[in-house]
């Protein structure tokens, strides 16, 4: 059985619906996790919901807070094992009509922030030779979507980046791999009517909507000793509707 006990994790996006699975799946495997998040009262939440996680508020678009911000992760701690990074940002829009601050803040939250989280978490992970790194990625980086260039273009390059990273550090034991999920329920899809619901199911083969929990018990895998010889790997959790 899986084991994450002594082991420090920081879960970036923590209070979402993929990044409350995240959180719940490492704390029932015994991990010291640490949840971050935007808003203060959604992780308070967390913490009720979870008494033993440490939390800390962040905004990981402040690129010139990420070393500090890594440096009061590991202080907080006692160090950094596994990095998970979860949160992202999407400003949806039609090519022609999305305004370029709208692929610059996509671009630089989810691929900048992403890629500054992994530098300063790798610097940590080095005095140990020891280290796991998932990134959360999406089906749209593989497939492309309506509207979503920005968002889509942020998602392949996280791919493309984590591919990069892992050969540079896998002598030292750091591993850094992705998932990428497809259509996962949560509250957003709760509210999306039933007949666009159908049209979105009928696109994957298992016919379903995913669930976080698919997607923690495949980042718990790639977070594990059991993954200890796949790096620079992509997962896919989305019941079938794309394979790559």
């Not at 899986?2 to 409350?20: D, P, R």
């Not at 976080?212 to 790997?233: H, K, M, P, Q, R």
Request: glycine share 10%; aromatic share 6%.
């Amino acid at each position: 059985m899986i084991s994450f006990k002594n082991k420090k994790i920081l879960i970036t996006g923590a209070t979402g619906g993929i990044g409350k699975a995240l959180v719940k799946k490492f704390v029932s495997l015994d991990g010291n996790v640490l949840a971050t998040g935007t808003k203060t009262e959604k992780l308070d939440e967390l913490k009720k919901e979870f008494p033993n996680i440490n939390i800390l508020k962040f905004d990981i678009s402040d690129h010139s807070k990420i070393e500090e911000f890594i440096e009061n992760v590991s202080s907080q701690l006692t160090g950094l094992d596994i990095l998970i990074n979860n949160a992202g940002i999407n400003r949806d829009n039609l090519s022609l009509r999305m305004k370029e601050d709208e692929w610059k803040q996509v671009i630089d939250v989810n691929l900048g922030s992403t890629f500054l989280l992994c530098k300063y978490g790798i610097k940590k992970m080095l005095k140990n030779k020891y280290g796991r790194i998932v990134n959360i990625t999406s089906v749209v980086g593989h497939t492309g979507n309506l509207g979503q260039a920005n968002y889509a273009a942020s998602k392949s390059g996280i791919i493309g980046m984590s591919k990069s990273l892992a050969i540079e550090y896998a002598k030292k034991n750091i591993t850094v791999n992705c998932v990428s999920p497809g259509f996962i329920q949560s509250k957003m899809t709760d509210n999306i009517v039933e007949s666009i619901k159908a049209v979105l199911t009928s696109r994957i083969p298992m016919a379903k909507l995913g669930t976080g929990e698919d997607v923690s018990n495949t980042v718990a895998f790639l977070s594990s000793d059991a993954a200890s010889y796949i790096t620079g790997e992509t997962i896919h959790v989305n019941g079938g509707m794309y394979m790559g």
